[in-house]
């Protein structure tokens, strides 16, 4: 059977769109249900809309708090029988009850290897770093930034003088390979969130 999945974006969508394609696999243990953003004007829903998947824009409202916005994105998910999310890209920190609530089903991917890293511009703060490697992580997702159990991590090791437009590109194309891989995994129970630890089979 195949886990009924949500991708949850801000911007561009490109792991989105890698993780939509995977899923496109008649084996592929998951099906993409819903892509949802929190900025109506994200790109990536355009490109989701474009393939006729189900997409929603949920923007806060003024004076909304984060528990409430995150109720009510809650309620759009269990409407809708969601029973795995994926974050990619989605550039809002979620509060402890929606991570709770949904521990061992909410997976992100972050362009560093965490716990390096965390937070906006992870490219960015290893190039300025100068780390000889860095690379992607997938996680299960606590209400730390950036934090939980990890799945999974591809690295690499950056070229002599390396410009960061190179580097973030060769991250993202890591990235591509390295979410549908761990999605597939976590849809089949490959890996599980057990005592607070990802525990492979
Ligand atoms: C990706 O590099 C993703 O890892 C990163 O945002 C980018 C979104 O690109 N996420 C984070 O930094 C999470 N802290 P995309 O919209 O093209 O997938």
Known sequence: MKRATAILISGRGSNMQSLVRACQDPDFPARIELVASNK?????????????LPTLALTRSPGEGRADFDTRLDRALTDRGIDLVCLAGYMRL?????????????????????????????QAQAHRARVRVT??????VDSGLDSGPIIDQRALHLEPRESLESLSSRLLALEH?????????????????????AIWR
């Open 40 to 52: 109506a004007d994200a790109p990536g829903l355009d490109w989701a809309r474009d393939q006729g």
């Open 94 to 122: 979620l509060t402890a009850g929606f991570t709770e609530r949904w521990q061992g089903r909410l997976l992100n991917i972050h362009p560093s290897l965490l716990p390096s890293f965390p937070g906006l511009d992870a």
């Open 135 to 140: 690379g992607c992580t997938v996680h299960f």
């Open 177 to 197: 390979a390295l979410y549908p891989e761990c999605l597939k995994q976590v849809a089949a129970q490959q890996v599980q969130l057990i005592d607070g630890r």
